[in-house]
């Protein structure tokens, strides 16, 4: 019997297709005019908060604008969301996608998070507040450091 994942989502599939952009036609037509909003929002919860969004939407922009290939960027992110969560593919088809269609790409990473239970304009710092208050796991465990009596 095959392990079954995230309503009924068999494990190490992603939950939307690669063309499926236009089901959430907000973030599409975001990421198509600012591809670095949406590629700094799935950055900051795939870093689990040690880059910010504005970071790496500003890094992505700068290699866009110079090489005019952010894609590089982007695809070493999707590379590691996919080890994250154990999701199909390949570092090879991170690359071609990334490469041929970063749009696309881009937008099913933002909907792979979102539907993990990230609120993707929240960032992780309060993503995490949210899943602590609702006392709910969202994927990576979060530590609470200092000390306490």
Request: net charge neutral; hydrophobic share 30%; aromatic share 12%.
């Amino acid at each position: 019997m095959e392990a079954q994942h995230l309503r009924g989502q068999a494990e190490g599939q992603w939950s939307t297709g690669f063309c499926d952009c236009f089901s959430d036609c907000k973030n599409c037509c975001i990421t198509c005019w600012c591809p670095c909003i949406t590629f700094g929002q799935v950055a900051e919860i795939v870093d689990q908060g040690t880059t910010t969004c504005g970071t790496a939407g500003a890094l992505y922009a700068l290699i866009s604008a110079v090489t005019a290939c952010g894609c590089i960027y982007s695809c070493f992110y999707r590379g590691k969301m996919r080890a994250q969560y154990n999701l199909e593919g390949s570092d090879c088809g991170d690359c071609l996608k990334h490469f041929f269609c970063e749009l696309c790409a881009l937008t099913q990473q933002y909907r792979e998070l979102k539907y993990r239970g990230y609120d993707m304009t929240l960032g992780w710092a309060a993503n995490v507040q949210k899943q602590q208050n609702q006392g709910v796991a969202m994927g990576a465990p979060v530590y609470q450091g200092g000390m306490s009596r």
